[in-house]
């Protein structure tokens, strides 16, 4: 199989009563799925998308939005994955700046856009998943129709051609848009598929958002093995009992997750009053994962395999660690992020480009299968000796035993105040070793005196305030450490993904005295 609209076409044939799609009430086989996504794809064909058009996809996680996924790929396009929970503004920039011909969205995503139809760009039509859009569109509408095409549609491109742009964070505050390849994607898909031996018989469980790359795993890895994905209810997220309620009631077998959202499920979640048997993988991504949470995670599921991935949006994942156990109590260093996967090479550099002598601190740079083709609207990335490109992510590493490769942190994370070099990382890690500690995010902000100092953002248990908290951690850390303002919340903001929501954090450095600063 050469491209991802293989994996659908190829399960359908072999399985075409499987079950596929699980959404609440709603389920769907292979069969159905492969027959709806195609005609889908021969609707859009014929509204004139074709190979190389962009269509943003403003739906929640479920069987619509993995229909439109497939159909879109079916068509030979790209798809443009939009936070349905975006402002009206964040996706019209992000309609426009991929320069999408088609919006498929429902009629809440779609009357949003609307308001800001002046800034969509390019935009010629919609989708209406719906049907309840209001009357007057500023665009043609396409159909979306509701029953199976009996003759399957499917436009062949090249492997190498882009399948989806992924946008994310822009150094300089605008969002770029990462754009992957059939092939880029496929190199994981299977790879996963192979390594953790997925089946028929499994049932993933999928809980991140179309714009987050996690969810290439449940989208495609899952297709490739013909197995069952169920969609996480958008509210369990937020109360781990019902997370831990849909596990269980779904007998779901696989999960790929973010820690953050996994901590808090092993804190919260009544795991242990529930059966989780079925349970038998548990693969994070995304952040590093607290060593406590971690362990407290493991020892709540002894029978469930758990498996570290990394890499950056642009390089899909890079490098794999099975977590054969945690390190033993007391020492709380954070696991290794482990070695290449999917065929990839992953080196450690020094500034200048030369290669790290082992033991020594350099840049993680990527080349292989599953590296991105580029920014959207920029150059794409050279293609190097063998056909594979090359990406330096921007993260820090070092080898350990074993050639075992442990996270240092970001460019950015790494600052300087009072002319010490100071890891964002390591400070939150003495704080989460403190007791009553729930979570922790550190920001380094500008300061006219000493050129940045630091500010923490803390949940604690039981009575705990800032200025015992900070004294304790002028006990295990050096003063230029210590953050310099402390506020206690009640949980960290999250975005869509599950990630600490860091500009939310900054926009919170507002707060008076009374609400907690030191």
């Not at 609209?5 to 389920?27: C, I, K, Q």
């Not at 714009?211 to 369990?236: I, K, M, N, Y």
């Not at 300087?416 to 500690?437: N, P, Y």
């Amino acid at each position: 199989m050469t491209l991802l609209s293989h994996l659908l076409v190829e399960s359908a044939r072999r399985s075409p009563d499987a079950l596929a799609l699980e959404d609440g009430d709603e389920s769907i086989s292979y069969g159905r799925l492969e027959g709806l996504a195609s005609a889908l794809a021969r609707s859009l064909a014929g509204a004139g998308v074709g190979p190389g058009d962009r269509v943003a996809i403003l739906l929640p996680r479920g069987v619509d939005s993995a229909v439109a996924v497939h159909a879109v790929l079916k068509a030979g396009a790209i798809y443009v994955p939009v936070d349905p929970a975006s402002p009206p503004a964040r996706a019209a920039l992000l309609v426009s700046s991929a320069g999408a011909k088609v919006a498929i969205g429902n009629g809440e995503t779609l009357s949003a856009l609307a308001t800001r139809r002046e800034s969509a760009g390019s935009l010629e039509a919609v989708v209406d998943a719906s049907g309840e859009r209001p009357s007057g569109p500023p665009w043609r509408s396409i159909p979306w129709p509701r029953s199976p095409d009996a003759s399957r549609f499917l436009v062949e491109v090249a492997p190498d051609s882009a399948a989806y742009v992924l946008y994310t964070s822009g150094s300089t505050g605008e969002p770029k848009g990462v754009v992957h390849s059939h092939a880029s994607a496929l190199a994981f898909a299977e790879w996963a598929r192979e390594t953790f031996r997925l089946t028929p018989g499994d049932r993933v469980a999928a809980s991140a958002p179309l714009s987050f790359d996690l969810s290439t795993f449940d989208l495609f890895s899952a297709c490739a093995a013909g197995a069952s994905v169920a969609f996480v209810p958008r509210e369990a997220l937020g109360f781990p009992v019902l997370l831990t309620r849909f596990l269980a009631e779904r007998r779901a077998s696989a999960w790929y997750s973010v820690p953050s959202i996994l901590a808090n499920w092993a804190r919260r979640g009544a795991i242990a009053e529930a059966d989780l048997s079925s349970l038998r993988l548990l693969v994070f991504a995304g952040e590093v994962f607290p060593t406590r949470d971690l362990r407290a995670l493991m020892r709540l599921l002894p029978r469930t395999a758990f498996h570290n991935l990394y890499g950056p949006t642009e390089t899909n994942v890079a490098t794999w660690f099975p977590v054969a156990e945690p390190p033993p109590e007391g020492d709380e260093r954070a696991i290794p992020i482990g070695k290449a996967c999917c065929g990839d090479e992953v080196d450690l550099v020094r500034g200048d480009g030369s290669p790290c002598a082992p033991g020594e601190e350099g840049e993680i740079v990527v080349s292989g299968p599953t590296v991105m083709l580029g920014y959207w609207g920029r150059d794409p990335l050279p293609v190097g000796e063998g056909g594979r490109r090359r990406y330096a992510t921007g993260d820090f590493g070092v080898e350990g035993p074993g050639g075992y490769l442990h996270f240092r942190g970001r460019r950015d994370s790494q600052v300087k105040t009072r002319g010490h070099r100071v890891e964002l990382g390591e400070v939150e890690a003495a704080l989460l070793s403190l007791e009553g500690i729930v979570e922790a995010c550190v920001l380094a902000l500008p300061d006219p005196q000493f050129g940045t100092v630091l500010a923490a953002f803390i949940v604690a248990g039981g009575a705990s305030g800032p200025g015992r908290i900070v004294g304790e951690l002028r006990s295990r850390l050096p003063a230029h450490m210590v953050p310099e303002r402390a506020l206690l919340l009640s949980a960290l903001p999250r975005t869509p993904s599950g990630k600490v929501d860091r500009p939310a954090l900054f926009a919170r450095l507002d707060v008076g005295p009374s609400e907690g600063v030191r």
